[in-house]
């Protein structure tokens, strides 16, 4: 049988998602799904290294997994799992931390940020970051790794790292190849154009989330920064508040940026915004829709994801079984052979 290409992808659940999980994972995952073997994971263990609510993580965890779901991933056809139910995750990581150096870490730009964001609390966890997510990735032998722009740096460390390892060991890790769809990979705040939108972000009307109602829509589009001009023409460089919302356009009406810039040919910023947040609307009724029943299927939701740790746990554990190897630790029992010997006692 041919073999499927293989993907790994993940997000986060430490907040609510953002049309920019959407556009720069959600709807390439989906996209993908037909044509390859799928591992769609929710990152809790990266969450932790910020500090979380715990009754709002589990419950996020399972939002985050309905949110999936309404994007459209299928179940049946793609694997959905939770991080922390993969204990391989954890264990590679450590065997990778011993191959990363201090130097590798700490030039990570979103270390940088986020330990000038959260002060208070730059735990190890926080710098070790990067080499959890090379984990994630290394273990399925993932040969693509669909993600927005802001992960392209933690993508060239996971490959340096699986070259390192094979360049010492063999041919052990399959060197994955990031996706990064060409339009959408960094959505920008609504407030700042020039900054990612981030489901952080303290202003509310900053961030467009996937299950906001028509009336924040309205209301956030109205208030969303654009430059000063008339007409409307895409330019990313010179005015990126309106080159953001032209490819909001593009991604909630399936028109290309070409055909935008004519439909609005003598109209104003006032004219896009007003057709921007009806499309918006449209566009993401049937997600929250379908959300909305999902988060009333909570058993529903758990069995997904307990039989998708079982399936994901099962490809992992290869993997790691060949690291634990190359680098000389005594093989475990397989479980078989430590039932036999539980009877014999
Ligand atoms: P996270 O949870 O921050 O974001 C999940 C995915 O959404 C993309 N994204 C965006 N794309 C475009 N515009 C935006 N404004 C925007 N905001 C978020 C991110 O690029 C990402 O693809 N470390 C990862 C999660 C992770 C992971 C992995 C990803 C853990 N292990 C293994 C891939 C492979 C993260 O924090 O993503």
Request: proline share 6%.
């Amino acid at each position: 049988m041919e073999r499927r290409p293989v993907i790994l992808s993940g997000i986060q659940p430490s907040g609510r998602l953002t049309i920019g999980h959407y556009t720069g994972a959600l709807r390439n995952w989906a996209a993908l799904q037909p044509t390859h073997a799928c591992f769609f994971m929710i990152a809790d263990l990266h969450a932790i290294t910020v500090r979380q609510d715990p009754i709002e993580l589990r419950q996020r965890t399972l939002e985050v997994a309905a949110l999936f779901i309404a994007c459209g991933i299928d179940p049946s056809q793609s694997t959905l799992f939770v991080q922390s139910h993969v204990p391989e995750h954890t264990q590679l990581t450590w065997v990778l931390t011993c191959f990363t150096g201090m130097g590798e870490c700490s030039r990570m730009t979103q270390f940088k940020e986020k330990s000038a964001q959260y002060r208070h609390n730059i735990n190890v966890g926080l710098f070790a970051y990067p080499i959890l997510m090379a984990a994630d990735i290394l273990l399925y032998q993932a040969d693509l790794v669909p993600v927005g722009a802001d992960q392209k740096q933690h993508l060239e460390l996971t490959r340096n790292l699986a070259e390192r390892f094979n360049h010492l060991y063999g041919q052990i890790f399959r060197i994955p190849e990031p996706y990064i769809p060409p339009v959408g990979a960094k959505i920008m705040s609504l407030q700042e154009p020039t900054k990612k939108m981030s489901k952080s972000d303290p202003n509310d009307n900053a961030v467009l989330f996937l299950t906001d109602s028509p009336e924040d829509i309205h209301r956030k589009i109205r208030r969303a920064i654009t430059d000063s001009g008339r007409e409307i023409r895409y330019d990313e460089k010179q005015r990126p508040g309106l080159s953001n919302l032209i490819v909001l356009y593009h991604i909630a009406t399936g028109k290309s940026i070409t055909e935008i810039e004519h439909e609005f040919e003598g109209s104003g910023y006032a004219d896009l915004k007003a057709a921007l947040a009806e499309a918006l609307i449209e566009f993401l009724r049937p997600i929250r829709e379908e959300y909305g029943r999902l988060c009333d299927a909570k058993d529903y939701l758990q069995n997904i994801l307990l039989r998708g740790a079982e399936k994901a746990r099962t490809r992992a554990h290869q993997t790691l079984q060949l690291v634990h190897n190359c680098v000389g630790f005594l093989p475990t029992l397989t479980p078989e052979a430590a039932v036999g010997m539980a009877h014999n006692r």
